[in-house]
């Protein structure tokens, strides 16, 4: 069974920074893209940033030049530093990942983990 993890959340004040931690566990043939969404109280849940297998990264506009996402395919691991952290970026950050179990002709369904909740606040 596939599991994402996700840790790094936390209180932090206007203008610092966190960095989450996203890490797969179990039997994977392949993961494409992984990335991270966010949803905030009373609103949809919306994507903050993605990265491909090859390390083509892609981001919401609000969070270009602040946020940063990588990965590390050895680990099934994806990343997000967070920096110059604003009111508006409090929410659940919630992982994915677009998985193939089993062989190249399995279909590749997306995982999410179960979300850390980043709070900014002075």
């Known amino acids: 069974q596939v599991q994402l993890v996700e840790s790094g959340g936390g209180l932090v004040q206007p203008g610092g920074s966190l960095r989450l931690s996203c890490l797969g566990s179990g039997s994977t043939f392949s993961i494409s893209a992984m990335g991270w969404y966010r949803q905030a109280p009373g609103k949809q849940r919306a994507m903050v940033a993605g990265?491909?297998?090859?390390?083509?990264?892609m981001y919401t506009d609000s969070v270009k030049g602040r946020f940063i996402i990588s990965r590390d395919n050895a680990k099934n691991a994806v990343y997000l530093q967070m920096n110059s952290l604003k009111h508006e970026d409090a929410a659940v950050y919630y992982c994915y990942a677009n998985i193939r179990i089993g062989s190249a002709e399995s279909p590749e369904d997306t995982y999410w983990g179960q979300g850390t909740q980043v709070t900014v606040s002075s």
């Open positions: 990265i491909t297998s090859g390390g083509t990264a």
